[in-house]
């Protein structure tokens, strides 16, 4: 019989400490999953800035193939430029000995030739100008991206300060209750007395026909 009563002890302890344990971890399941929620909320932001990076990537490349392009048809214009130069000295040559409409039409092409390179120059510029701005939007994603990490860690953080603010400002509640409830008994308290004491008759005293007041006591 000693030995069960103790027995019986423990196991109310243990299941004491159970359903403890057990209230706190429903309150961590809570907890983990709002703090879940905004994880997947905050993963989803990055995987948006990651496709939007990703499609920035590929435009980057675009630009940069179109650059190589440009340069490549630039790079044959000035070829081509050179060998009508070429051809021209040697219309020149010729025009001395009575070629002159042929070094017309060979200026003339060389004249369009000119302005078609100027003009492969000015888009070769404007594909620099593009590429430019989509490394700096590359740049400028990046840096959201940090200041996004940076922003839910700190929502994290706020998390737990309001938390624990929640279980002070409760703790305050409990106590102001407990003793705005002491507070109501001690008025309730008085206010009867009070009630009473207006409930109860107060008789004015009349003096007995053979009462003689004695001077020595004094006047009423």
């Known amino acids: 019989m000693r030995t069960r009563k103790p027995i019986a002890g423990q196991l109310g302890s243990l299941q004491q400490a159970k359903r403890k344990l057990e209230t706190e971890i429903q309150a961590l399941h809570a907890d983990l999953d709002e703090t879940i929620s905004e994880y997947r909320t905050a993963q989803d932001n990055a995987t948006r800035a990651m496709a939007d990076a990703a499609k920035l990537a590929d435009a980057l490349r675009q630009e940069q193939d179109h650059t190589q392009n440009v340069d490549r048809a630039k790079k044959a214009l000035e070829q081509t430029l050179r060998e009508f130069q070429t051809r021209l000295d040697e219309a020149e040559a010729a025009a001395l000995k ?8 060979l200026e003339k092409r060389s004249r369009d030739l000119e302005s078609e390179l100027d003009g492969e120059q000015r888009r070769f510029q404007m594909a620099n100008k593009d590429l430019s701005k989509a490394e700096r939007k590359v740049k400028e994603l990046e840096f959201q991206m940090n200041e996004d990490k940076k922003n839910f860690d700190r929502l994290n953080e706020l998390v ?17 209750e407990e003793q705005a ?40």
């Open 181 to 220: 409830n002491v507070h109501l008994g001690k008025y309730r308290q008085i206010q009867h007395q009070l009630e009473d004491a207006e409930e109860r008759p107060i008789w004015p005293r009349i003096p007995s026909p053979n009462y003689a007041p004695n001077p020595a006591r004094g006047k009423f």
């Open 160 to 176: 737990d300060k309001l938390q624990n603010k929640l279980k002070q400002q409760k703790k305050q509640i409990d106590e102001a």
């Open 98 to 105: 009575g070629g002159k409409k042929v070094i017309q039409q």
